[in-house]
């Protein structure tokens, strides 16, 4: 199995988190992104659109994060990342989506760039960007998740789920652009309890930095 990723990446993030907590060994394959590795002919041949992660098992590559995660839920059941009841798995996935869907791909790398390049926007002008979209999606989560948490250290019940594997690379970004976290004490607890698991720390963007 082969990863190709970025070590920055949240969408990497969140696979690598996943394959070290189903217990996968992986060869991690590192895509810079600063200088534009991913619009090689190489990976475009991997992935058209030009993206991380992508994951390689057989025959055709996997790409989009949630769904190469139910791609190894499926594949590897145990530990799941998903409950039991469909109830559940429909809370979760809502709370994986709103970050993976809703936060994250306004403040991806691309986005960022058009901001600084084209948009000629500064550096304050880009920080104040991701701040009001963190803010905006993190003021939702710390709602819901006030009523999904089963412990106050996981974001569904009190087990790793889909939406943890989400949450913790979503609150490294957030931490790294100097956003303001006070407001969400609960998303930060969550976070910091999970950030000591073994396979959260080993799957960490200062893990893979010098590759």
Known sequence: MKLYHYYRSSASYRVRIALNLKGLPYEAVAVDLVKSAQRS???LGLNPEGLVPVLVEGERPLTQSLAIIEYLEETCPQPPL???DPQGRALVR???LAIACEISPLNNSGVLNYLRGPLAADERTVNA???RWIGRGFEALE???SRTTGDGRHMYGTAVTLADVCIVPQMFNARRYHCDLAPYPTLQRISAHLETLPEFA???PEAFESA
């Open 94 to 96: 809502a709370l994986a």
């Open 202 to 204: 080993r799957a960490a």
């Open 82 to 84: 998903l409950p039991r």
């Open 41 to 43: 002919a190489e990976f």
């Open 129 to 131: 960007w991701y701040a």
């Open 143 to 145: 709602k819901e998740v």
